[in-house]
Structures are given as structure tokens and as C-alpha cells.
């Protein structure tokens, strides 16, 4: 773990904040970010925990680190996979709330230094997904490597956004993908197709 996002976090009163940075909507509500860089967090919470226990700051929860431990070394994609992964964080949340929410408070410290320091290239953080303008983005993803948690970066060819857990994107594939309410997902989706054709009408299709 990072000493100094550690150190951020009141050990024995924690809070459980849950951090969300979004464009602010008077300027860029619909606006289409090209050729962002997105970082994608595998299992954050449980990989902070196993960073957590190797610390000494759970050493009373072993039994719970050696069943992340097995889980991960019958990883699957089964749903009964996933749930039994997901549940563990959730199981330790209800039995000790304070100590699960060193989890959330130290995450929290770490993205508020992160957009306090880098704001003009964050787009988006939404829990375990940061989506960075691609240039001059390099130093953000040496402060995230410093976490020393694992990640799928992928480059995105076009990004738009509407409202938290609300926005639509192009793969490295040229798959139109979205997430969110329905209504927002149909316009977020025109929007995007309207500016792929105009970047093939002008020869700048990635």
C-alpha cells in the first residue's frame, strides 16, 4: 500500500467515502472525448484487501485472504465464480464495517491526490474505472501503477458521457458500447455514430 494515501485514512473511524468525478455538465454534458486511455481495476476491493492483511492492519481475517487466495486459483468466468468473489468483500462489510471501509477510504485518498494534482486529463472516475485524456496522461499512470493493483488499459476511440454510470464509448474494435438509463443511451449513441461519420467524410477515422 501507498504510505501516503494510507496515511490519509483515519484507521479506527473510517468513513466509506465512494469517489465520482464527472465533466462538469454545464460545459461538456454530451461532449465526445477522443482517443481516451481507460484504466479498468480487477477485483479493486479484494486486492486491497490482500494489501491490507500483507500490511498487518487485519491479521484477524485470514480465513477471509486464503479464501481470495483459493478463488483466485480456481479463477473462472462462471457465474458462481463471480458471485462467491463478490460476496467476500459484502460478508466483511457486514461483519466489520469499520475495517472495510479502510478499503473505500484509502481508494478514496488515492483518486482525490490523483484529480487534485491532474484534473485537466481525469474525464471520468467512477469506483474502479478512470478514464484519462491520451495525452500528457503518462504521469497519471506511473501514480496508478504505484498502487501496485491490477488493471486492463485499453485505448477507447471515442467517449461521451451524460451522468454518473451514464455514457457510451467505442472499443479498439469499432464496437459501440453504453451503459445507463435507455433514453440517455439512445442519444448518447446518435451522437457518437453522427461524429463517426463525419470523421469518415474527413479521412480521420482512427
Known sequence: MVKRHLDEVNLDKTSGFI???VPNPRYDLYKIYKRVFCIDFKHLYNNILIQM????????????????????????DTDSWRRSFNT?????????????????????SFCKSLL??????????????????GQNSFD??????????????????????????????VDGYNNIKSKGRMEDRKKMESNIIHHIREDRLSGILY
Open 116 to 133: 487534485n494534482s491532474n484534473q485537466d486529463n481525469i474525464i471520468y472516475i467512477d469506483t474502479n474505472m478512470i478514464i484519462l485524456k
Open 53 to 76: 492483511y500483507n500490511h498487518c492492519l487485519i491479521q484477524e481475517e485470514k480465513d477471509m485472504i486464503d479464501r481470495i487466495s483459493y478463488l483466485y486459483s480456481i479463477k473462472s
Open 19 to 21: 469517489i465520482c468525478h
Open 88 to 108: 467476500i468483500f459484502v460478508d466483511f462489510y457486514k461483519r466489520n464495517r469499520n475495517d472495510a471501509n479502510i478499503v473505500v477510504d484509502y481508494f478514496f
Open 140 to 169: 497519471i499512470i506511473e501514480s496508478i501503477d504505484e498502487l501496485r493493483l491490477p488493471y486492463e488499459f485499453s485505448v477507447l476511440n471515442y467517449f461521451i458521457i451524460h451522468s454518473k454510470k451514464n455514457y457510451c464509448y
